[in-house]
């Protein structure tokens, strides 16, 4: 079995250096943090757990709290968190709380029950009733794709992204516009959205506004049985916008799928942009703001799981980029 002078050895390192990369040290510079990791994954190195299981005060377990498991964007994020993981002797614990306030409190209690020794959350609002009694407990959380008023966060400039989508339909002519989000998730997007339409001189029309429910874009059945009436819509009313956001990449395949069957091109008849840059938008071509799955996941992991003295709360905010695609491509140019 490997030992920790091997992997310096390999790497190319000191045993020091193996030391703070599997302690999470933000000293190690990333080039360095790789070269470790490989040397571990080349010589099927674990770090050992029974140092936090002797200590009495580490679990050696981090919980992770997501919306759903539906949209890939969530599924690339706990891919990097368990990797994350993985290399320090940790294991992830995954809940979904489907966007519901009281879920995602009973999970918040029931891990924190199990003893994990930190929380890496996307939360609900339920965030603020809870901020009060998990700082209590004094496990290192970091809420991750949102900013928070209470905890370490690192999050995505969700109004930016919007706004650069607004700017590129209006760059490539479309005077009628629409949108697909969710309630009580995605209202800084839309505010944005309006925003840059207004500052033009354009005009936001209120029919081609499409609003679901909190929580229903994780329920499969009743998320598509949703989607097929904006695509019903969409494919009668016949001064449909020219072009739509939607709230993720899954969302917008969907709707691009069926406006297909309705006989609506897509781009020609309506030009389709959405959220998250996942797999699904890089396969089928989709226009959508893309986020630094592994950059979001580094940083909140090194929030919780590098012990030092703290006395204010910590936020990143990334900047998110727009990929244009065939969605939403004016066939007269070939990118922005």
């Given at each position: 079995?490997?030992?920790?002078?091997?992997?310096?050895?390999?790497?190319?390192?000191?045993?020091?250096?193996?030391?703070?990369?599997?302690?999470?040290?933000?000293?190690?510079i990333p080039q360095t943090r790789q070269a470790v990791r490989d040397a571990m994954d080349y010589l099927c190195y674990v770090p050992s757990k029974s140092a936090f299981q002797l200590s009495g005060k580490c679990s050696g377990l981090i919980g992770v709290v997501v919306p759903n498991l539906v949209n890939p964007h969530f599924c690339e994020l706990l891919?990097?968190?368990?990797?994350?993981?993985?290399?320090?002797?940790?294991?992830?614990?995954?809940?979904?709380?489907?966007?519901?306030?009281?879920?995602?409190?009973?999970?918040?209690?029931?891990?924190?029950?199990?003893?994990?020794?930190?929380?890496?959350?996307?939360?609900?609002?339920?965030?603020?009733?809870?901020?009060e009694w998990l700082t209590?407990?004094?496990?290192?959380?970091?809420?991750?794709?949102?900013?928070s008023r209470f905890?370490?966060?690192?999050?995505?400039?969700?109004?930016?992204?919007a706004e650069s989508i607004a700017e590129h339909f209006i760059q490539t002519g479309h005077t009628s516009f629409g949108f697909v989000a969710q309630e009580g998730v995605d209202n800084r997007k839309v505010s944005a959205w309006s925003k840059k339409i207004a500052g033009r001189g354009l005009a936001d029309d209120k029919e081609n506004q499409f609003w679901i429910a909190k929580g229903a874009g994780e329920k499969i059945s009743g998320h598509i049985a949703i989607l097929d009436e904006i695509i019903e819509k969409l494919s009668a009313r016949k001064k449909a916008c020219s072009c739509l956001w939607v709230y993720n990449d899954v969302a917008a395949s969907y709707i691009i799928d069926g406006l297909k069957e309705k006989g609506i091109a897509v781009p020609q008849d309506i030009a389709i942009a959405s959220f998250d840059n996942t797999l699904l938008a890089q396969t089928k071509k989709i226009t959508s703001i893309a986020q630094p799955i592994g950059e979001i996941a580094h940083l909140a992991f090194q929030m919780v799981n590098h012990k030092e003295g703290q006395d204010s709360i910590e936020m990143y905010e990334i900047v998110s980029r727009l990929i244009v695609r065939e969605s939403s491509m004016n066939m007269t140019i070939t990118t922005l």
């Open positions: 079995m490997a030992s920790i002078k091997d992997v310096a050895k390999k790497a190319g390192v000191s045993t020091a250096t193996v030391s703070r990369v599997l302690n999470n040290h933000p000293s190690v891919a990097t968190f368990e990797e994350e993981a993985r290399y320090i002797g940790k294991s992830a614990i995954v809940k979904t709380h489907q966007n519901q306030p009281q879920q995602d409190k009973q999970i918040i209690h029931t891990l924190i029950g199990m003893g994990i020794d930190s929380l890496l959350w996307v939360p609900t609002e339920a965030e603020a009733g809870l901020s209590a407990t004094a496990i290192p959380v970091a809420v991750v794709t949102q900013v905890f370490n966060s690192v999050s995505i400039d969700q109004a930016k992204g």
